[in-house]
């Protein structure tokens, strides 16, 4: 039997649709009690969705009409025109890899869920500035959004992210070719609150919106910078002087960076748990061994490919700095 209190995920996929749900519900008194409850709605995981007509009909329904969660990734079923059947109650949207969503169906959803508190729109190549706009103007209590992916959003899509979305706490612009300097500092001059901001994949950024970020956003935990290769040591020592709370830092393939920036990184962020600078030839020893000096407890820390780091393999690693097990990060 169930927690009483436990907030059920719906799960529609093709091995458990609408009509098997209801026939447990039927079949089992646990079951069918627990879906009464206030809030058993609450959240729905419709992940690996098969047909968005059979599953997003049930949100007519009565049962629905407080539903504040609902995640669909990867459904190429699902159209602008489901979007309308969402309850305005939305609190977080996952719409991830839905391809034919498009910039009116986000338009639908940002005039319906005004209370939106986070959204993700990943690798949704028909969404562009206009539903980013849309999204700006009427989602303004947004604290974490995700446009990863979205290749058609440009500058001018982020800088009204930035003049009415300021109290995001997370932002992933990851590969958005598009996007310049001047929209990412104004998204750190608008929203002191960042904690989580991923660039990933955006080698056009120069240093200067990573100064902007470590000057506005003291609270940052979360850095991705890879593949910028034109940050050099003054943003990482912007870096060290204005966000000391930092725990995770990718720098890989970051190549114009060297131990004068990763030193003052660990002598500044003791708390860090991940580092990467994976493929930076300027990184040696010297940054290692700051790093076993000064940070407490790193976790995960990828050099492959420091070729001038005669201590760069796990086991001389762990020597140095005993805390870290993983020695490969993702990027």
Known sequence: MLPPKWHAILCVCEHLGARDLSAVARTCREWRSLSLEPGFWSRLDLRGLASAERALGLLSTPKFSQTTSIAIQFCDALLDA????FPPTLREIV?????????AGVETVAARCRQLRKL?????NHVSDKGVLKVALFCRHLVELSLSGCHRVTSNGILCVAAHCKHLHALDITRLPLVSDTAVSAIAQSCAGMRELRLYASSQYTS????????HCPQLRLLDCTGHNRLTDDALRALALGCPSLT????SWATKLTDAGVVAIA?????????????????????????GEHVRGLEALDVRGCTAAASREPDKLR??????????VHT
């Open 120 to 124: 993700s729109l990943y690798w949704n």
């Open 267 to 291: 002598r500044a962020c003791r708390d860090l748990r991940l580092l990467s600078v994976h493929g930076v030839l300027g990184i040696t020893d010297v940054s290692i061994r700051a790093l």
């Open 248 to 251: 995770s830092l990718n720098l």
């Open 95 to 103: 719409l991830d890899a839905c391809h034919r969503i498009t910039d």
């Open 319 to 328: 020597e140095i700095i005993p805390s870290v097990r993983v020695f490969v």
């Open 82 to 85: 489901h979007l309308a059947l």
């Open 208 to 215: 200067a919106p990573i100064v902007d970020v470590a000057t």
